[in-house]
């Protein structure tokens, strides 16, 4: 299972409303379910969104008592472009759910004004969470699938500085969020084609895959 926690440095108001509107207004079906979970944050709770024999979990909870930066949201219990999706599922099908997945990821991080949020499950996790602020200086690597605020990718020093080489997927938001895609492997296992043209997208670029700071090479 892969996961794609959502780094933010304002307080939302309402993050379980907010995210129930992004994904309602993509066509998907959201119910709320308690979590299990101890957490110091009385209101934590799991988001079930549902499509059409498909669905993955928004978490929203936070750790009080953690020293590390803790993530607003975490969109996790999909397996993320691998098993058990392409099991039986037609191209077409399977292009149409992971572009409806993107479309959910994309405009929650302009809805929560995300700061940084880096895909897990390819490398060590220790490696791609920040571990404390400002979320540039203590980040240890980059991930393969990683979204960025103009401010963090101010402080990094640009993209230019942060990765080596061609780039296989960029897209920049409306709101100046960057998702960048340094490999389309090993996540991308049934050639899956990122969208070039939508209302969620301000420019994209698509290039064959390069090694990076944080290739496949190092991932398994």
């Known amino acids: 299972m ?12 309402d993050t379980s409303g907010v995210s129930r509107a992004v994904c309602t207004a993509v066509g998907l079906a959201v119910e709320r379910i308690p979590t299990e ?12 969104v549902s499509g059409d024999e498909w669905d993955f ?30 099991r039986g599922v037609e191209d077409d099908e399977y292009q149409r759910r992971v572009d409806r997945l993107f479309e959910v990821i994309c405009r929650l991080t302009m809805a ?13 996790p220790l490696q791609v969470w920040p571990t404390d602020r400002p979320l540039a200086e203590n980040i240890a ?11 963090i990718l101010e402080d ?18 409306p709101s100046g969020h960057t998702v960048v895609v340094q490999a389309d492997f090993p996540w991308n296992r049934k050639d899956w084609t990122p969208p070039r043209d939508a209302d969620f997208l301000e420019t994209t670029s698509v290039h064959e895959p390069t090694a990076t700071r ?7």
Request: no cysteine.
């Open 2 to 13: 892969k996961s794609l926690p959502y780094y933010t440095s304002i307080e939302v108001d």
């Open 37 to 48: 979970q101890p957490t110091a944050n009385p209101d934590s709770s799991v988001l079930l």
């Open 57 to 86: 979990e928004i978490r929203l909870e936070s750790d009080a008592d953690s020293s590390a930066p803790a993530p607003e949201i975490v969109i996790a219990g999909t397996p993320w472009f691998d098993n058990p999706w392409e």
């Open 112 to 124: 929560l004004e995300v700061d940084y949020a880096p895909m897990l499950g390819f490398v060590d």
């Open 141 to 151: 690597e980059l991930p393969i699938f990683g979204i960025y605020s103009e401010s």
């Open 156 to 173: 990094f020093g640009g993209r230019s500085e942060m990765f080596d080489g061609s780039l296989w997927y960029v897209a920049e938001l």
């Open 214 to 220: 944080s290739s496949a090479e190092d991932t398994h």
